[in-house]
Structure formats: structure tokens, C-alpha cells
């Protein structure tokens, strides 16, 4: 589904990646994970052609990502973001239609797809009418993860959807969210601090370090075999893995 050729991103003197190959799968859920500044969200800016690669080639779907087509691409890819970028201004309803009215789809259309999604992510369908600042941090997700699926992507990006939540509502969500990736069947990109959230919903993890990969692999591959001393190091600083 994304494949990443030889790609460094450098601004100025600071390498933000180097020499990254990676190919993520059709169909699975990849968590990328790493201490702050090692290149994950640079990997998802990358995808939505936000910045280019100063060498490399990004492909999507067998596409090159270009200027060209960076538009096109965008559109086949959910992205939910940390703090959810919700409008505040405007309802929920109009938050999660925005793009799909903006492109001219039917009203029919959009109100099947809202209510689809509205059972898809157990949001109650009267609260579709408040604005962000009446929904709970719980809700302001949900809202946020079906703006991402309006469009029926190929592709869902989340960068730390959850981090932002106490411990009891992001335990919950995850496991609803664990639940839509494996009803949806897309590919899924989940960007992540805490090991135990990238072990519970990886089918594959990207360990990254100072913008390049270290090991690709299951969570049980990654602590059993690990690929260099980082990888142990890593995981041990993991506090929350004493629970899995």
C-alpha cells in the first residue's frame, strides 16, 4: 500500500529521516514508534505530501506522491490528528461533512454515510447537532475519526489520537478502535509513544531512531530478537509493558 525508497528529509543541517526503505503493507495496522524527534509524524507528512523528501521516492498505491497528484492522493487518506482539529465553530455534523460537501456529494448520499458512521464508531447520532466544546474528549475523537472516514479512504493516518485522554476513556477507545480497523479491513498508520498501545494494535511495529529504522516486526519479534541494543533499551524504558 505505502512504500518509502531511500527517503531523507532534511531541513537545513537536521536530518529528520535518512535513507528510509519501509513498505507498510495492504490491508494491516503499522504502529510507528520512537522517542520524540526520531521521524514518525515526518513519515505521515510525507504521505499527505505536506513536505517533500529531499531524496527518496514516497509511493502510494504504486503512485509516486508528487505535486502533481499530491490532491488526488490526499483524498484516498483519513487523517486524524492529535488533539482531533476539530472546527469549533461549526457542529459536529458539519465537522465530519465538511470535505465530503466541498466536493460536491449529494446530501442523500452524505446523511447515509454520517449515520453509517455514526453506528461505526457508537457516537449517538443526537449529539450531531453540538459543537466540540459540548462533546467529551472521548467524543471529540469519534467526531474526529469520522471526518477521517467520510471519504471512504484507502489509507488512515492517526497521529496519537489517543494521548491526550485518561487512562480509563483511551483503554476503552482502543479497544473500539481495534475493533473498526479490523471491521474497516484498510491500512492503517498509528502513530504512538507507549509500546503496550503499539503492541495491542500493530500487526506490524516500526521502532525509529534518530530518523532511521531500527527493526520492523511484531511486538514479539521485537523483544525476543531484538536488532541491536536500542530495541532492548527501548523496551525497557517502557514502564507499561510490565501489564502486557
Not at 184 to 205: C, N, P, S, W
Given at each position: 500500500?505505502?512504500?518509502?525508497?531511500?527517503?531523507?528529509?532534511?531541513?537545513?543541517?537536521?536530518?529528520?529521516?535518512?535513507?528510509?526503505?519501509?513498505?507498510?503493507?495492504?490491508?494491516?495496522?503499522?504502529?510507528?514508534?520512537?522517542?520524540?524527534?526520531?521521524?514518525?509524524?515526518?513519515?505521515?507528512?510525507?504521505?499527505?505530501?505536506?513536505?517533500?523528501?529531499?531524496?527518496?521516492?514516497?509511493?502510494?498505491?504504486?503512485?509516486?506522491?508528487?505535486?502533481?497528484?499530491?490532491?488526488?492522493?490526499?483524498?484516498?487518506?483519513?487523517?486524524?490528528?492529535?488533539?482531533?482539529?476539530?472546527?469549533?465553530?461549526?457542529?459536529?455534523?458539519?465537522?465530519?461533512?465538511?470535505?465530503?460537501?466541498?466536493?460536491?456529494?449529494?446530501?442523500?448520499?452524505?446523511?447515509?454515510?454520517?449515520?453509517?458512521?455514526?453506528?461505526?464508531?457508537?457516537?449517538?447520532?443526537?449529539?450531531?447537532?453540538?459543537?466540540?466544546?459540548?462533546?467529551?474528549?472521548?467524543?471529540?475523537?469519534?467526531?474526529?475519526?469520522?471526518?477521517?472516514?467520510?471519504?471512504?479512504?484507502?489509507?488512515?493516518?492517526?497521529?496519537?489520537p489517543l494521548a491526550a485522554l485518561d487512562p480509563i476513556v483511551r483503554a476503552n477507545l482502543q479497544q473500539e478502535l481495534r475493533a473498526i480497523f479490523q471491521r474497516?479491513?484498510?491500512?492503517?498508520?498509528?502513530?504512538?509513544?507507549?509500546?503496550?498501545?503499539?503492541?495491542?494494535?500493530?500487526?506490524?511495529?516500526?521502532?525509529?531512531?534518530?530518523?532511521?529504522?531500527?527493526?520492523?516486526?511484531?511486538?514479539q519479534a521485537l523483544w525476543e530478537s531484538p536488532a541491536e541494543p536500542f530495541v532492548s533499551d527501548f523496551l525497557a524504558a517502557q514502564r507499561t509493558l510490565s501489564?502486557?
Amino acid at each position: 500500500m505505502v512504500t518509502f525508497e531511500k527517503v531523507t528529509v532534511s531541513f537545513g543541517e537536521h536530518v529528520a529521516l535518512n535513507e528510509v526503505t519501509l513498505s507498510l503493507p495492504q490491508g494491516r495496522t503499522i504502529a510507528l514508534i520512537g522517542p520524540s524527534g526520531c521521524g514518525k509524524s515526518t513519515l505521515l507528512r510525507l504521505l499527505l505530501f505536506l513536505i517533500s523528501p529531499t531524496r527518496g521516492r514516497v509511493r502510494v498505491a504504486d503512485r509516486d506522491v508528487n505535486q502533481g497528484n499530491a490532491i488526488e492522493i490526499r483524498r484516498r487518506i483519513g487523517y486524524v490528528v492529535q488533539d482531533g482539529g476539530l472546527f469549533p465553530h461549526m457542529t459536529v455534523r458539519d465537522n465530519v461533512l465538511l470535505m465530503a460537501r466541498y466536493l460536491g456529494y449529494s446530501e442523500e448520499t452524505n446523511q447515509a454515510r454520517l449515520a453509517w458512521l455514526c453506528e461505526l464508531t457508537k457516537f449517538p447520532e443526537g449529539a450531531l447537532a453540538r459543537y466540540p466544546v459540548q462533546l467529551s474528549g472521548g467524543q471529540r475523537q469519534r467526531v474526529s475519526l469520522m471526518r477521517a472516514l467520510i471519504l471512504d479512504p484507502e489509507l488512515l493516518l492517526l497521529d496519537e489520537p489517543l494521548a491526550a485522554l485518561d487512562p480509563i476513556v483511551r483503554a476503552n477507545l482502543q479497544q473500539e478502535l481495534r475493533a473498526i480497523f479490523q471491521r474497516l479491513q484498510r491500512t492503517v498508520v498509528l502513530v504512538t509513544h507507549d509500546m503496550a498501545e503499539a503492541a495491542y494494535f500493530g500487526d506490524r511495529i516500526v521502532l525509529l531512531e534518530s530518523g532511521r529504522v531500527v527493526q520492523v516486526g511484531t511486538f514479539q519479534a521485537l523483544w525476543e530478537s531484538p536488532a541491536e541494543p536500542f530495541v532492548s533499551d527501548f523496551l525497557a524504558a517502557q514502564r507499561t509493558l510490565s501489564f502486557l
